[in-house]
Nanobody, 124 residues
Framework: QVQLVESGGGLVQAGGSLRLSCAAS????????MGWFRQAPGKERDFVAV????????DYADSVKGRFTISRDNAKNTVYLQMNSLKPEDTAVYYC?????????????????WGQGTQVTVSS
């Protein structure tokens, strides 16, 4: 069974850092693009970052550019999101996702897999 399990969320003060991890199983990790999305209370789920199969291509939402870094370790079937200079507006549930391409992930296509989410709360 396909599983994406996020960890590393928590409570942090504005200006602080967190590193999220997503452990994948049940599919060929290296053949999938990976991404992070987030959803704040009462808001739609938003794109945060994506990374290609081998990590050579990345893209970020404008709101997190220069602060967040996505990376992956295909030997460990794990994708990461390093979040620095956190702001209260970054508060959300963060979801890990896997898809057959970056384009499919960005489009939230039906061929994507999703994790259960991990809460990130940034206090002012």
């Amino acid at each position: 069974q396909v599983q994406l399990v996020e960890s590393g969320g928590g409570l942090v003060q504005a200006g602080g850092s967190l590193r999220l991890s997503c452990a994948a199983s049940g599919f060929t990790f290296r053949n999938y693009a990976m991404g992070w999305f987030r959803q704040a209370p009462g808001k739609e789920r938003d794109f945060v970052a994506v990374i290609s199969f081998a990590g050579g291509t990345t893209d970020y939402a404008d709101s997190v550019k220069g602060r967040f870094t996505i990376s992956r370790d295909n030997a460990k079937n794990t994708v990461y999101l390093q979040m620095n200079s956190l702001k209260p507006e970054d508060t959300a549930v963060y979801y890990c996702a896997a898809g057959p391409s970056i384009a499919n992930l960005r489009a939230s296509g039906q061929r994507n897999y999703w994790g259960q989410g991990t809460q990130v709360t940034v206090s002012s």
